[in-house]
């Protein structure tokens, strides 16, 4: 499903859903190859896996190593341990988002 932006905005902030969807973009190309433009990884996090060779790209094929997701309250994902060992850096524009992180020995089925 396709909607602009503020349609999505409209729907984030009058919806009064228990668990609401929330928007996810991955395609960079065309006009929104322009949002790119407007952020960088911080220094620390800017080596990237998926940066060092093409066998690594092919190995571990992550559609989803580069994208923006947008939800309004109330939005968000179960608790999970990344698939494909992924890691990545986040940002908030606005609002907070928790985090519960458990030491490594914990088993992942007990994470849910």
């Known amino acids: 499903l396709e909607l602009p932006l503020c349609a999505f905005a ?4 009058t919806n009064d859903a228990d668990w ?3 928007s996810w973009e991955r395609k960079f190309d065309g006009a929104r190859a322009d949002i790119l433009a407007d952020f ?3 220094v ?7 940066d060092t060779c093409e066998e690594t790209r ?5 559609s989803t190593h580069l994208f923006v997701l947008v939800g309004g309250p109330r939005s968000g994902s ?6 494909k060992w992924a890691s990545a850096w986040n940002t ?5 988002k928790r985090w519960v ?6 088993p992942a089925d007990a994470i849910g």
Do not use: I
């Open 10 to 13: 409209e729907y984030a902030r």
């Open 20 to 22: 609401p969807f929330y």
């Open 40 to 42: 960088d990884a911080p």
């Open 44 to 50: 620390q996090f800017r080596d990237d896996l998926y």
């Open 58 to 62: 092919d190995f571990l094929p992550l």
């Open 78 to 83: 179960n608790m999970h341990k990344d698939p």
């Open 92 to 96: 908030v524009f606005c609002g907070s």
């Open 101 to 106: 992180l458990f030491p490594p020995d914990v």
